[in-house]
């Protein structure tokens, strides 16, 4: 929604995973609303991803713009709202590539949560991103 939690973890997560692997992706993460536009990324969700080993510290909030649905072969929103901002957003011809991140769910937002949801979120991000990487991987073999 404002790309300071979920999102941000999200984009890192894929990208260390991503890196591992081998594979170069191009990733970003976007908000479907501007009011955290040039913010960094939650203390909470840094923190937490830190404990971790992924740096979140030089990602900045942005809203998703029309030239996103065009220039990125995947979509991937946090929740069901959000996918429906997309979906309204995105031009028909790209609905295609409009999905929500863990695939049949949404992944749970830790704003106003305990440090437990944010773990929990990034239990969720890392299980899913070894999940989508295999997949992702398997169509360059």
Excluded at 49 to 68: E, I, N
Aim: aromatic share 8%; net charge negative; glycine share 6%.
């Amino acid at each position: 929604m404002g790309n300071i939690c979920r999102s941000p973890t999200a984009e890192e997560v894929l990208r260390v995973h991503a890196q591992r692997a081998g594979l170069e992706l191009h990733l970003d993460s976007a908000g479907t609303e501007d009011y955290h536009r040039g913010d960094p990324p939650d203390a909470r969700s840094v923190l937490h991803a830190k404990r971790r080993g992924y740096d979140l510290t030089g990602l900045r909030a942005r809203q998703v713009c029309s030239d996103d649905f065009r220039d990125f072969d995947l979509l991937l929103a946090a929740d069901v709202l959000n996918l429906g901002v997309l979906r309204d957003r995105c031009p028909p011809a790209y609905h295609h590539k409009l999905a929500l991140f863990l695939g049949d769910r949404a992944l749970p937002d830790p704003y106003y949560g305990q440090a437990s949801d944010f773990e929990k979120v990034l239990d969720l991000v890392e299980k899913r991103a070894v999940s989508l990487l295999s997949e992702w991987q398997a169509t360059t073999d």
